[in-house]
């Protein structure tokens, strides 16, 4: 019995930062989530010796071809001091028929391609109007991951808008030739007055800076950070959609979650999650403004990591190692 072992590279090598299988792999697990063939159990976490840094076990099991139990495992540390990211991230995958061990691999890019790739749903079955002019906020790595999305999934974009606190990484951000034109912004108050069909924040911005006049008839606002969208913009938009309402409202530090525990959001006050867009239970009017609130689900960890542990036993890729003796 042997475990195979992939890192970041190997990872991206087997196709694991490709927006389309990304997306692909998205739409089959919430298909198999609305089936009742993946589940996401509560998350856990243990405290570091230097807080607020936290590790988190993320477990999931996602059936169908993917054929998946695994955990997510995020080590979260504050200001290291190693020259290695703030996150580090592994997953590790069991066959969910059998319980063997198949793999171990190094997931941090998994976690913004699939994050991105659940924006290209909300984009294509959550926006009130056809997508054609489009605001990012941010450029670090999920800012990053969104625009490689857009490049594959959106490339005939009439217009998208850039826009960074510090606007000098913007210039890395679009160093390769982008498939449609796009504008970059000083101040974010520049590009308010115009219109966008969606809005789409990765920043890592610990207090709102989108106000209620940024929710507007016909646009989608997408939160993927943490805390960018203030409650009184949430509460104006026509429909709340989110990627699932689990358990984490009790603990997220998502804006949405935060206003549920202040008592500002009812626990039945979101319109739709991701099986209602791709079930076709939720469609919103052309003049709607709608809020996205994506927290990100296990299950698209697990299924990203099943299928790119899948092609490496294919290819032969990575590391095998004897796990277990033969009986």
Request: glycine share 8%; charged share 15%.
């Amino acid at each position: 019995m042997t475990m195979r072992f992939l890192t970041g590279p190997q990872v991206a090598a087997l196709g694991g930062l490709d927006p389309h299988a990304a997306l692909q792999d998205v739409t089959d697990a919430v298909r198999l989530l609305d089936a009742g063939d993946a589940m996401m159990p509560a998350e856990t976490h243990v405290p570091l010796d230097t807080p607020p840094g936290k590790v988190y076990a993320l477990p999931a099991r996602v059936g169908g071809r993917f054929n998946a139990n695994g955990v997510k495992w995020t080590a979260h540390r504050p200001q290291p001091q190693d020259g290695l990211p703030m996150a580090l991230t592994v997953t590790l995958i069991n066959r969910a028929d059998s319980g063997l061990p198949v793999g171990l691999i190094e997931s941090g890019g998994l976690t913004a391609v699939r994050t991105a790739a659940v924006s290209a749903l909300a984009l294509s079955y959550a926006a009130p109007r056809p997508v054609r002019r489009v605001l990012l906020l941010g450029a670090g790595v999920q800012a990053r991951a969104h625009l490689e999305m857009l490049r594959a999934q959106f490339p005939s974009l009439d217009v998208l808008g850039l826009w960074n606190r510090t606007p000098a990484r913007l210039e890395a951000l679009t160093a390769d030739p982008l498939p449609f034109p796009y504008e970059r912004f000083q101040h974010l108050d520049e590009a308010q007055p115009l219109s966008w069909d969606a809005i789409i924040t990765c920043t890592g911005a610990q207090a709102p800076f989108l106000g209620p006049e940024w929710i507007a008839p016909g646009r989608l606002v997408m939160q993927i950070g943490y805390h960018e969208v203030c409650f009184a913009a949430i509460d104006r938009a026509a429909h709340v959609v989110v990627d699932a309402w689990g358990e984490f409202r009790h603990t997220s530090a998502k804006s949405l979650f935060q206003m549920y525990r202040a008592g500002a959001f009812a626990d039945d006050g979101w319109a739709a999650d991701l099986t209602d867009l791709l079930a076709g239970r939720f469609r919103p009017a052309p003049d709607d403004s709608v809020y996205f609130s994506s927290f990100g689900l296990n299950i698209f960890d697990i299924a990203l990591a099943a299928r790119v542990l899948q092609a490496a036993a294919r290819e032969n890729i990575g590391t095998a190692l004897p796990l277990f003796a033969a009986p």
